[in-house]
């Protein structure tokens, strides 16, 4: 699918453009926008903007310490990959590859229930930690038949997504043919068929690939693997509530995080049901349009925390540089998405290699230009953020 090294691609906007090129329409936007107008979509990204970095001068150090440990894993650095759904479809490695590639980055990777690989595939092809990412499509019953699998299969931890009550309005989904992408009837596809016959070579992987993929890790008993056009339907009926996590913990011995998190109260909550960690997040602007941007959010529950869980954010990591602020602000980590989905869209194996590459260099170059040779180093004091800046813990 083409090369990936410098000078063509020096930042992930590179790869973002690669993707547009070489997918249709409504792959590329599917994986690039946001919830109705976008606005938190866009604040994710502008927030980093927002916070001044404060360097330590004339430090110079041989030797770094940029790993990190997440839940008893340690990682080459502070960054694991999202769960990212639909991956199949961006490219026919989807899920298999982004694993393989985090297995040699020496991070970690997290499945999403809506895959098109089975789990076991997956995480046989990572040598590194993998965790899987918990929609409750399907119900009970189908879901504890796939945590047992997830389980039997080696993945450590368990996160469980609380941010979907219903499917947030993604406006360019509608626009461009979403649903008649991933549906059955040709028809319904006919007037979307240009776009999809402009990327000739997608399309030729597409169908050699089997078309749309089902979902091999939610099997509907006496139906098999769940459509992906059914996919809306089931997370309406499949909302996530406090007293499930009951069950959940009955149902998976091991850590467990708590993925969609943006206040104090929701932390604590989250607290009480046994997180081991817990992921700020708005769902990438996927889900509710002018909810918080994850960095502003992240202080409150740190805060409301105190350290009684790893913290993870995740939303607008695009520079090595939002990483350290991330850190320097409270997380332990980092969650990527779009910004290796792009290279995956862009190029499969290779473009997801491109991109940890970028994010990695990106990263131990901002260490070394702040004077600042351990993770564990990183504090407030290395940041300036905006005065009027939420400082609210819980109610």
Known sequence: MGRFDSPRVINIEDLRRLARRRTPRVVFEYLDGGAEGEVTLRENCRAFETISLRPRQCV???EPKFATRVLGHELSFPAMLAPVGYSRIMHRGGEVAAARVAGEFG???????ISGHKLEDVKRATNGPAWFQLYLVGGREVSE????RARAAGFSALVVTIDTPVAGMRERDYRNGMKALLGRSLFAKIPHLPQLLARPRWLASFLLDGGTPKLENVIVPGQGPLKLEDVAAALGRS???WK?????RKAWPGPIVVKGVLTGDDALRSLDQGAAAIVVSNHGGRQLDTASATLRALPQVVAAVNGRAEILMDGGVRRGSDIVKALCMGARAVLIGRAYAYGMAAGGESGIRRALEILRADFERTMRLIGC???SELNGSFIEAPEFWP???CS
């Open 244 to 248: 499930d996590f009951d069950w959940i």
């Open 107 to 113: 991070t970690g990777y997290i499945l999403s229930t």
């Open 145 to 148: 038949a796939a945590l047992d």
């Open 60 to 62: 110079v150090f041989d």
């Open 391 to 393: 400082r609210r813990t």
């Open 373 to 375: 040779s351990s993770v």
């Open 239 to 241: 909302r996530v509530e």
